[in-house]
Every structure is written in C-alpha cells, then in structure tokens.
C-alpha cells in the first residue's frame, strides 16, 4: 500500500504543476517586432527556412507547440467557474487578490491540544494551519473546528471540484504543540510526515531590505492594517479568553467569511496560495500567450486551425456579451478584510492585466498575416473595448495611483497605455506615452551602478529587478515598432536599460535564482550587442539549450530598427505603421540628454550626486506595493552603491 507521505507528496506535486504548468510554458510580458514575424514568413514560403537560419528554427518550433498546447486548453473568460463573485456580483468584472497578504485571525485556542486544520478544495487556508504561512504563535490562531464550504457553494460546485474537495477534505495540517511541528496526516489514518518547523515567533513584519516605514494606504485605495484582535463572527461559539483573542468561529463558518472577517497582514514576497483560486489572472495571462504564440504560429506557416483558435480565444474573453471581460479593473489585487474599504481594487490590480499588450501584439500579426478570421467587425468592436479601458486607465483613481507609482507598476502601467493607444490608431499618443515615462519616471528607477532601486528594496530583489526590465524591454521594443529610439534613453545617474541588465546579472542571488532573467538578457544580447559575449555566456550558464525557447525566435538583433544594433537592419520596413521619426528624446536621436546631469560613460564610477526621486517631492514615503512604504533615506544607499563595483557581485 502506498505510505501516507507518498501519497501526499504525491497529491501536492499534481497541485503545484497544474497551478503552474502556465508559467513553465509561457515568456514574460513582451512585444514581437511584426515586421520580423513578416519577413521571417515571406522568408520561409521562397526558401523554406527562417531569415535567421537554423539558429532559430528549433525557438519557432517551440512556439508552435505551446500554440498546440494552448489551443488545446482554450478559450478563456473570466466567468469560467466564478464561485467567487467581485463585490458587485458583476461575474464579468475581473477579480483578484493582493497575493502577499495573510489572514491575521486570532481566534482563541484551546490550551494544550492539538490544532487541526482542514485544507479546503480551492487551495484556501482560512485560519492558517501553518505557523509559517501566518506568522502567529499557536495560541494567537484558529481553533480546532473545521471549516467548511458554505451550502451555497456547495450547490455551485461543478462534480470534478466537489469530488476534489471530498479528497482535500482529508489531508490534515496537525500541530503537536509538545514538540513544536506540523505534521501531515489522511482524516483516520495513524500515519503522518512532519510538515515544517517554526519558532514561536509573532507576526513577521513586512521583510524589506531595510527597516519598512510604518503602514497607511494612500488615497483610500486599501485600508489601514490592524494587528487587534479579530471581532467574532455572529453565532460564535464562545469560550475562554486569554489576551486579546476572540472566541473561534462555528464549524459552518465558510472561507469568504473569513475573507471579511479577519484583517490581512501584508508579507512582502510571501505569496498566499489562495489567490491561485481565483479564475481571472490565469485566463488573462492565458489569452494573452496564445494571442501571441498563435500569430506567429499562423504567420509563419499558414495554418488557419492557429487563426481561428486566437480568433475565438480574443471574441469569448473580450467581444463575446456571454464571456466578456469588462474594461476595467476596480476589483484587481483586493487587499481583503472588514469594512467597505476592503472592498476595492488597489493599484497593483493593473499589472494583472498585462497580458492585454500581447493580446494586442497578437492581431497586429494576424492582420499583417491576412487572417481571414480577424473580419473588420471583430477589429472594430476590439477596438472600442481598448478605446474604453484606456479611458478608465487614464481617469480612474485606481489607474491614477498607479501612473504615479516610482517602480515596476508603472512601467507596466505604461506599457498597456501606450499598446491601447497604438492599436487604437492614435499613434501618436502612444507615442507620446512613452516619451513622458523615458523622461520622468525612468529617470530615476535606474542608479548609475545599474541598480533599480525601487526593486532591490524588496523582499525579493532579484525577482523584482527582472520585473521591471520585463517592462521596461516591452516599452523600448513598443518604441522601436512606432519608429523611436528609448534603447539609449538614459536616467539622470547616466543608466541605460542595459546598464540595469548588466548589474541585475552579477549581483548575488543569495536564496534566488535568475531564472527570470533569462529572457531579458537575450533581448539585450539582440539590441545592444554582445562583442565580449558576456550574454551568451549567461544563457549557457544559466539555461543550456537557450536556442531552443520561444523567446530566441524574435530576440535577434534583426527584429530592431532603432537599436544599437540596428545599422544591418535598416532596409526592415516598420510593418506595424508608418510615421516621422521627429520625436526624439532631449539631446538628440540617441537618446542622449543635454545638459549637466550625464557625466562621462555608463557604467562608470558615478558622478552625479544623489538627489531624492521625483516621487518624493511631494511626500515623506511613498507607497510601492500594497502596505509597502519607503522613504528617500532607505534608498540612497542603493542609489550610491559604487558602479564599478556593485555590492554583492558574485566573485
């Protein structure tokens, strides 16, 4: 017979591959020069082989067959399966979580007995049975009562997720307060495997890399945090009080009540599994890969089963009035807890949707490949819905807010403006957009050393440096589509996108991997080059076979017409659209600033003295992601770390 432990560990790999077979599949947000996707498929119908040569015809073979898998699992929408409705009860409204925030529900417990936990179906935790996922001391969590699906949805259930929660139902967190651990048991089974250790430490605070500024939201978006404890929900069963807990809820008690009934702590970098419940962030992120693996698929080789699936794919999430998506994101990245004001999107939502960029960069290809399926009826009522959601970005306060934000949340943010404004057909606008970002917010995201500051203050620095490149390459390659060099636009410290490339690669990684920079460093390889091939060495490094990922197709220096590494491929028409090439950056055509504030080189020693961003002229700290605040204090020694020789770099 199989043992307890097999089983289970059995049963949590099913669940962490099927939560995240997405993200081995899938590049990072991105734009594809359709020009490119153009003249490699002229190139392959006359020769039957790629511009490129074989270097890359294993990367477009793998897109083909993450077309096949995706077109398998297609189409999406954001009412597929909605057990959870937004506050609105709009099932069409796009819904999620903020994914660092924990329930802080410090339900009285019952002195020296075990605490058990039920794990429901959707991957939801309510009261938290692991110390390590809530930060709380045994006596400061959930009772032993279990809590269940309330009937409502149960009734809502589909058979396959019932019959998964009847299995769910079975495996049990149990803490041994004796000896201070979880271990992992089947419901009547005498087996168990210890799940973690923790000490019995309270509540970590939020895990910046310096001491984080106390919490208040800004502008009302999401609430204040409390730490008191939590007020019992009606019909509590009551029992003794120690300290400032309350008394545990009753065993009916379903997950949504604890979702707004228990204040959430924020714990930067701790992603919460509950938020994979939800369906709305898998189905943009879906729609958006196969709009895009699917042109190209269709482009480069003429098979309409790929048209015709990105075509339905693009009518069920956005056109179809069964399916849609509304345009706008008020219910994105929800802080939950109790009061109206837990009832809000916040500014992180917008990054949910980034997706939306590729989606576009998708029916570019598909009408520079004459698709027959995308009609102009599909084109124009596409194009109202982008119309429409770049107006709520724009007027919004949630849009608002996050326009202002100094980091990654604004490069995204601009990134989906300026791809709504193109594919609107002001291209100008677009334009414009991302002029305005080159030239305010940019500057001061990148520190002459090639730090980004507003990253690496946080729990997961590495992660977030390759996030904000992720959007910065997209924003630079959106440029170079509408005729605009932002490859050499430089910040006020003298730093390129490259600069920030360059250092993100040889800070030490300590507990992180650079696997997510992967991407970014063959798309700088392609634009600025790579004389001493210090990227190529990377990739063998870092991820061997590199040649054969999607992203190595569309990431050579010929994909570029405003690049560094351009000059070959100055004969490659924009196919995207046509336009002047008169509006540049300040000080010239690339990229380069007049005035005083570039001194000699990149990447040398700096000689600009620091001066607080811009985002602090009108604040003492300033909001980076839900509940998370610095000042201009924490972040000048990130800012003034020496550029020749940055802290940290690997030896």
Not at 318 to 329: E, H, W
Request: proline fraction near 7%; include cysteine.
């Amino acid at each position: 017979m199989t043992s307890v432990v097999g089983w289970h560990r059995a049963l949590l790999l099913f669940w962490f591959l099927f939560n995240n077979v997405f993200i081995a599949l899938c590049d990072g947000s991105d734009w594809v020069s359709v020009g490119y996707i153009v003249q490699e498929s002229r190139q392959s119908e006359s020769t039957s082989m790629h511009t490129s040569g074989s270097s890359t015809a294993q990367a477009l073979d793998s897109i083909i067959r993450g077309a096949d898998q995706l077109l398998a699992k297609g189409p999406w929408s954001v009412t597929n399966d909605k057990s959870v409705l937004p506050p609105n009860e709009d099932a069409h409204d796009y819904m999620s979580w903020a994914p660092y925030h924990w329930p802080d529900c410090r339900w009285c417990a019952t002195p020296a007995r075990a605490k058990v936990k039920d794990i429901d179906g959707d991957g939801h935790a309510p009261n938290q049975g692991s110390r390590e996922a809530s930060g709380l001391a045994p006596a400061e969590r959930g009772s032993d009562q279990q809590i269940l699906p309330s009937a409502a949805q149960r009734r809502s259930d589909s058979p396959r997720r019932a019959a998964h929660r009847r299995r769910m139902r079975k495996v049990r967190l149990r803490y041994n307060e004796s000896r201070d651990e979880f271990t992992v048991a089947l419901e009547g089974s005498a087996k168990s495997t210890t799940k973690s250790k923790t000490t019995r430490a309270k509540a970590e605070s939020t895990p910046l890399a310096v001491a984080p500024v106390p919490t208040t939201h800004s502008e009302g978006l999401s609430a204040t945090v409390t730490q008191s404890a939590t007020e019992a929900p009606a019909g509590a069963v009551a029992k003794p009080t120690k300290t400032s807990c309350t008394p545990s809820p009753t065993p009916s008690m379903a997950p949504a009540a604890t979702w707004t009934a228990c204040p959430y702590i924020g714990r930067d970098g701790k992603v919460n599994p509950d938020v994979r419940s939800l369906n709305g962030p898998g189905a943009i992120n879906s729609v958006g890969q196969f709009a895009l693996y699917g042109s190209i698929a269709f482009a480069t080789n003429r098979n309409v089963m790929y048209s015709q699936g990105v075509v339905k794919a693009i009518d069920t999430f956005f056109l179809d009035p069964t399916s849609k998506m509304n345009p706008n994101v008020n219910f994105g990245q929800m802080v939950r807890g109790p009061g109206p004001e837990h009832q809000n999107g916040t500014f992180t939502g917008i990054l949910d949707i980034r997706g939306l960029v590729k989606v576009i960069n998708g029916i570019f290809i598909l009408k520079s490949g004459g698709s027959s399926e995308w009609n102009n009826a599909k084109d124009q009522d596409m194009r109202s819905w982008v119309q429409e959601y770049a107006r709520w970005l724009e007027e919004s306060k949630i849009g608002g807010v996050t326009a202002t934000r100094p980091n990654n949340h604004a490069t995204f943010y601009v990134a989906q403006l300026a791809a709504s404004k193109y594919y609107a057909g002001d291209r100008q606008a677009a334009i414009s957009v991302l002029q305005h970002f080159f030239k305010g917010t940019f500057r001061d995201q990148v520190a002459a050393s090639g730090e980004q500051p507003f990253e690496g203050i946080r729990a997961k620095p590495v992660h977030y440096r390759a996030f904000n490149l992720e959007a910065l390459i997209m924003n630079a390659k959106l440029g170079d589509a509408l005729g605009q060099d932002f490859w050499t636009a430089k910040s006020k410290y003298g730093a390129t996108i490259q600069t920030a490339l360059d250092y993100a690669i040889v800070v030490d990684p300590k507990s992180e991997t650079m696997d997510d920079l992967v991407p970014h460093v063959a798309a700088v390889a392609a634009a600025y080059g790579d004389p001493q091939g210090k990227y190529k060495s990377f990739l063998e490094r870092q991820l061997p076979g590199y040649q054969k990922k999607p992203f190595w197709f569309y990431n050579q220096p010929s994909s570029f017409v405003k690049a560094p590494t351009s000059s070959r491929a100055k004969t490659l028409s924009v196919i995207e659209d046509s336009g002047s090439d008169d509006d540049e950056l300040p000080g010239g055509s690339d990229g380069e600033r007049s005035g005083p504030d570039v001194q000699g080189p990149v990447g040398a020693k700096p000689k600009i003295p620091f001066t607080c961003p811009d985002a602090f002229k009108e604040a003492t700290k300033v909001e980076i992601d839900n509940d998370i605040f610095v000042t201009c204090e924490q972040l000048r020694p990130l800012y003034e770390t020496d550029a020749n020789v940055p802290a940290g770099v690997v030896s």
